[in-house]
């Protein structure tokens, strides 16, 4: 494959790639505010359609590493960049690069947000439960055998060998 061919296929990639960003950005953000309002239905609906952007970012992303391993650049940033040099010498898909590594960063910022939101939630219903079933707090600590302490039954330790 020559150097032009090398450059469209590595164009095209990156075109796929900034849409799929783009939508998954809308769906976190969408999946944020469903979050809010506790719809379970459509919060299953963006789940769904979340991981399967994902899938296809993640098989964009071996693509990508396929087409520089083809041309005996290594599967990471300085392999791309070297391919972009050597495909792409005018630098002419830097741009969409940059815009596909910024929208990446604004993705995993929602996501983190939005896991940090369920995480919340979770607590206060683990909180609850514990409230109506009279169960103790669980601890998130290391028990003597290597295991949640939370795992362990409430009663005294007779001895241990």
């Known amino acids: 494959m020559d ?5 469209e296929h590595l164009s095209t990639l990156l075109r796929e790639e900034s849409e799929l960003l783009a939508q998954l950005e809308e769906l976190l953000a969408r999946e944020s505010h469903i979050l809010e309002t506790s719809d ?3 919060l299953e609906t963006t789940t ?3 991981q399967e952007r994902m899938g296809a970012l993640a098989r964009i992303e071996e ?3 396929s087409l520089c391993a083809l041309h005996g650049f ?3 940033k300085a392999g791309l960049d ?6 792409d010498g005018e630098g002419t898909l830097l741009a969409r690069l940059r815009e596909c590594a910024e929208r990446a960063v604004r993705c ?9 939101v369920v995480a919340g939630r979770l607590k206060r219903v683990e909180g609850m439960l514990d409230a109506l079933t009279g169960r103790p707090t ?3 600590t290391y028990g003597p055998k290597g295991y949640g302490a939370s795992n362990t039954r409430p009663g005294r330790v007779l001895g241990a060998a």
Request: net charge positive; glycine share 8%; with cysteine.
């Open 3 to 7: 150097a032009g061919v090398c450059r």
């Open 40 to 42: 379970v239905q459509a």
């Open 48 to 50: 769904r359609a979340r």
């Open 63 to 65: 693509q990508r590493r």
């Open 74 to 76: 290594s599967a990471d």
């Open 82 to 87: 070297g391919l972009m040099t050597w495909c």
């Open 108 to 116: 995993r910022d929602l996501n983190d947000r939005n896991g940090i």
């Open 138 to 140: 669980r601890s998130d």
